[in-house]
């Protein structure tokens, strides 16, 4: 319990976890009365899956008709998603429908929440940034994630690309969050290990960003009554601990290993890990880990886990002065035994950096192609994502903000060459 907390929790309506749990759903929503759904996916899954058809098979025979939509695509776009929305409203076999079923990733996922608020009203997604007006009408959602990562099926927020300006934009609203979430692990088997690492490193920076960000208590809610993100509690922090302690186990092996029960194993844990990752950052939200990618993913257009991955360890080495109890915890939950808290402290980023570099995920900004030249140009676009700026819990966020690429464009971090440097000294920065 933190003495001041001030909790504003919210989650999934219903979670449903398990392997072979995706059976329950057909009964699960007749149940709730669910008459006429849209199923929204990918071709991976309509051809190389039986999951659909089993899906919508097994609901007919209990009077619920689905409709499927297999347009999904990796980090979709708005354009995507308003002429899915155009398409969709056209034909008669979606007049009616009551709920929306993602399934796959988080831009499955994405797409399926914008499609909640796009199908009713007929309105571009662009219109709905900003505060959504009580008044309007949102689809229940059910999420059913295919990939350990994005938790976004226990999210407020739906991150789409602007093609126009090639920026993400968020849409986030609490009524967004899934009526239902069904985790079933086995949907992750089929994730090709590339997929795997990027969902896995994303999970572990959702738990680890959001297991340091500000406290609730200080946390900007301005005058939203119902904030999606406000900071983290005891609460959120119950969650991200055990998200780390399992990504610690499974995150390697989920990637990497070569005996079928092994892989299993880890894939089962890291879909646990996502889920409570989410459970914690869906309410604490996130902050310069994620605030820095967004510039990175601008620049390179590298995927969403690879830019959070490259700059991780540098945004926790900067947080060795106001961090420290947290750091240490996360240390000795990858098994660093250092006796001295110090060392162990600033041993963390390297491990973490070593564990980013296993999963063939570049460990510097310069190997991801970003040019010396352009490190000014990445912090001020960083700091203009002001929502996870303010979340960055120190006194002089430009200051680290610049420290922080500096050193994520040349690989340096405090415990280089062995030895524990102090703090950051970020007025010489
Ligand atoms: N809304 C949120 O809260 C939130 C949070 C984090 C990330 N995101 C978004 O999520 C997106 C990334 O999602 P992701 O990492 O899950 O990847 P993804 O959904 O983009 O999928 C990547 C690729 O993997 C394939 N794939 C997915 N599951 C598979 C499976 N089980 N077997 C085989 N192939 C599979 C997909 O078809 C796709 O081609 C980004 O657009 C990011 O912005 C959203």
Redesign the pocket.
Known sequence: MLVEDLVHFCAPARLIMGTGARARLPALLQRLGYRRGLVVT?K??TSATPWVDELVTAARALGVTLTVYDG?A???TTTLCDAATATLRAAPETAGIDHVIAL???????LA?ALCLTLPAGAPIRSFIGRIDSATPVLPLVAM???A????EA?P???L?DPDNAT?IAVMDNRLRPAIALIDPE??????PR?AA??GI?ALTHAIESYVTTDAAAFDLGDDPDPGYSGRTALTMLFARESIRLCAEHLRPSHAATDPAAMREARIGMSHASLYAAMSY?SAGLNAVHGIAYAVAGLTHL???TTNAVMLPYVLDALRDVRRDELLTIARLFGIDDADADVAMARLPVVLRDLIGALGVPVTLEACGIREADLDTLTRDALAVTRLAKAFPVPDVAQRYARIVRSAWSGELSFDEGRAHPPLDVQAA
């Open positions: 990918d991976f899954f999904g990796p980090d979709p796959g990733g988080g831009s499955n996922i994405d929440k994630p295919t990939t990562g994005t938790g976004s999210t927020g739906a991150i690309v993400k949907f992750t088997f089929t994730c090709p997929v990027d969902a994303d869906g995927s969403h886990g």
